[in-house]
């Protein structure tokens, strides 16, 4: 019998993680001339945690904060600029009682040259 319930307690615990993403890609309208090179992408993140449904009082909103950390981790230089943002949400569930959002704010960085 332990093992019977040793057996279903493993099954539901193995069983009962799902992840769910989405995201998307804003449009800008391109340069017109090709006085711009590209420098490199810049990532920013924000995660929110809740269990039977509580949590993230503290978030001001996932989006918001994590192009907030994309900025501060990567400030842009004069003469640079930041476009076509992609965001993509990942959402995980752990037993059905616990699960994360998570947002990822992604962009180019473009340096116009003179």
């Not at 711009?36 to 809740?50: E, I």
């Not at 994590?66 to 943002?85: C, E, M, Y």
């Not at 569930?93 to 116009?112: C, E, N, P, R, S």
Request: with cysteine; hydrophobic share 40%; aromatic share 10%.
């Amino acid at each position: 019998m332990k093992k019977i319930i040793l057996l279903f307690i493993t099954t539901i615990m193995l069983s009962a993680c799902a992840s769910l993403h989405s995201g998307y890609m804003t449009g800008i309208a391109p340069p017109v001339e090709n006085n711009f090179k590209y420098v490199g992408n810049a990532l920013g993140t924000s995660q929110a945690t809740y269990i039977l449904g509580i949590g993230g009082f503290d978030r001001e909103g996932l989006v918001r904060e994590a192009k907030n950390n994309l900025i501060q981790n990567n400030p842009v230089k004069d003469g640079q600029t930041l476009v076509n943002f992609t965001v993509d949400q990942e959402r995980s569930f752990y037993f059905g009682i616990v699960w994360t959002h998570k947002v990822i704010v992604t962009a180019d960085i473009l340096q116009y040259q003179e």
